[in-house]
């Protein structure tokens, strides 16, 4: 699971810069960013050092690899609409991304013995901040902070949290690995469906618009008169 998140995320992160506009080597900081940072984040609040992709360098590996396969790839999936930039590749990908590295940062929470509380927050350290960063990056509205395009964030504090609920129930790891993921993945696709979002804040006198969830390269905030 930690490896399909790393993939799923790498790839994610790497069309978001292309069609950001980046080349080759800022694609591929951009995916390896967005699969990696997260984690590194939380590993940093967790105090564990070196973080976990400096001694398993195979993280790094993995999302070389994915990055360079995308970028070969890319021109000849989108000759054939398989690739587009609003597409169900990038939706699918991300959206699995949040759901698998939003029960692996609440284990990683279980193993530093921290409160179920923290351990959720863990999850969805670890499944948003490297999206939080890939959005900066790539000059966008970062998804976590506002409800523009679609709940993102909310996605993984309810699959962290329904990971602790079954645990805590006596739930077997299988059980409680699928239910943490089902529910982020379940929950983004409905939302996103559906057009589901948090409510903003009125009292600003802005408009945040974003034309797809997949947007990039534009500016988005735009001041009312």
Known sequence: MDWIGTVAFATSGTLCAGYAGMDFLGCTIVGTITAVGGGTVRDILLGNFPVFWMVEYEYILMCLAACGVVLVSWGELEKRNIVKENGPVMFWTDTMGIGAFCVIG?????????????????????????????????????????????????????????????????????????????????????ATKYNINLPSAHWKNVNLTVDSPDKVGQKDVKQVK
């Open 106 to 190: 609440a284990q990683n929470g279980i193993r530093a013995g921290m409160h179920p509380v923290i351990c959720v927050l863990c999850g969805m350290f670890t499944a948003t901040f490297g999206g939080l960063i890939r959005d900066v990056l790539c000059d966008r509205p970062p998804r976590i902070l506002y409800s523009v395009a679609e709940v993102y964030a909310s996605t993984a504090l309810s699959g962290a949290t329904v990971f602790m609920l079954v645990r805590g129930m006596g739930g077997s790891p299988g059980l409680r690995i699928f239910s943490g993921v089902a529910t982020a993945m379940g929950l983004r696709y409905y």
